[in-house]
T-cell receptor
Framework: GENVEQHPSTLSVQEGDSAVIKCTYS??????FPWYKQELGKRPQLIID?????GEKKDQRIAVTLNKTAKHFSLHITETQPEDSAVYFC????????????FGAGTRLFVKA | DAGVIQSPRHEVTEMGQEVTLRCKPI?????LFWYRQTMMRGLELLIY????????DSGMPEDRFSAKMPNASFSTLKIQPSEPRDSAVYFC???????????FGSGTQLSVL
């Protein structure tokens, strides 16, 4: 069945450093790869996404890369700030009469001031 | 728009009792998803609907769980009988037919004692 692996489960960085979270997916039919950020006690919210016809996308301090051949995709956060501390989820989605979205297990990011 | 609305926000019940969680998707969205979040498993997709029809319920843990969507603006997730291992945060999310982006509700924190 569909599966999304996410690493690491926990990541601690110093303020100003970069953070990288990596994911792999199993369903080759997946064509949409969103990333969600969940702050403590809050709902997950989309921060960036990438479609399968694109290899890289950037939005200010965050960027995502996608390697469809290897079924890998990654989130890069540069110049981290304490407010980046949260749980980040990668996901893979494909259309099956609605966009079925499967999430990775999440990465808890701590940014130390 | 008020976003995806879930009720109740918190539910505390005793083992063996029936629990009903409710969700109102964003108006105009035709896909609705139920996810369960735990520390161990992250965000698990339980079931999703498209145009009020269940498309994939392969994530429903067992027969104690059932979900319905009687109309485009309302869905329920029922657990009967509930067990302590069902304790988790249950999120409802919706998306439109033309956009894969998921909008999450605030979640229901379920505690089964």
């Amino acid at each position: 069945g569909e599966n999304v692996e996410q690493h690491p489960s926990t990541l601690s960085v110093q303020e100003g450093d970069s953070a990288v979270i990596k994911c792999t997916y199993s369903d080759s039919a997946s064509n949409y790869f969103p990333w969600y950020k969940q702050e403590l006690g809050k709902r997950p919210q989309l921060i960036i996404d990438i479609r399968s016809n694109v290899g890289e996308k950037k939005d200010q301090r965050i960027a995502v890369t996608l390697n469809k051949t290897a079924k890998h995709f990654s989130l890069h956060i540069t110049e981290t700030q304490p407010e980046d501390s949260a749980v980040y989820f990668c996901a893979a989605s494909r259309y099956t009469g609605g966009f079925k979205t499967i999430f990775g297990a999440g990465t808890r990011l701590f940014v130390k001031a | 728009d008020a976003g995806v609305i879930q009720s109740p926000r918190h539910e505390v019940t005793e083992m063996g009792q029936e629990v009903t969680l409710r969700c109102k998707p964003i108006s105009g969205h035709n896909s609705l998803f139920w996810y369960r979040q735990t520390m161990m498993r992250g965000l698990e997709l339980l079931i999703y609907f498209n145009n009020n029809v269940p498309i994939d319920d392969s994530g429903m843990p067992e027969d104690r769980f059932s979900a319905k969507m009687p109309n485009a603006s309302f869905s329920t997730l029922k657990i009967q009988p509930s067990e302590p291992r069902d304790s988790a945060v249950y999120f409802c999310a919706s998306s439109s037919e033309y956009n894969e982006k998921l909008f999450f509700g605030s979640g229901t924190q379920l505690s089964v004692l």
